[in-house]
């Protein structure tokens, strides 16, 4: 049950209000925003790796592969700098 892109709107829209008044007791807005980010990074890696395979494995497209799995990666690195700045360490 996929939402249209109008709903899909409206409930990050919504997280976004949450997350910036802090009334987000069980984390709903901060893992909604959290996985669309995560989800959007990943979709460019899925879409780079299926141009990189469909066009024989060319020099362009193993750049823009590459650079999509750093993207994705650099989230990652910043969510664990961000849990380790939350624990005070």
């Given at each position: 049950?996929?939402?249209?892109?109008?709903?899909?709107?409206?409930?990050?829209?919504?997280?976004?209000?949450?997350?910036?008044?802090?009334?987000?007791?069980?984390?709903?807005?901060?893992s909604?925003?959290?996985?669309?980010?995560?989800?959007?990074?990943?979709?460019?890696?899925?879409?780079?790796s299926?141009?990189?395979?469909?066009?024989?494995?060319?020099?362009?497209?193993?750049?823009?592969?590459?650079?999509?799995?750093?993207?994705?990666r650099?989230?990652?690195?910043?969510?664990?700098?961000?849990?380790?700045?939350?624990?005070?360490?």
């Amino acid at each position: 049950m996929k939402p249209d892109t109008n709903e899909l709107n409206k409930a990050l829209a919504a997280a976004e209000a949450m997350r910036e008044s802090g009334e987000d007791p069980d984390f709903i807005s901060k893992s909604l925003l959290y996985l669309y980010q995560r989800v959007n990074k990943l979709e460019k890696v899925f879409n780079a790796s299926s141009q990189y395979m469909h066009f024989g494995q060319e020099e362009h497209e193993h750049a823009v592969l590459l650079k999509a799995l750093e993207s994705a990666r650099e989230l990652e690195g910043f969510e664990k700098m961000e849990e380790k700045e939350n624990l005070g360490i």
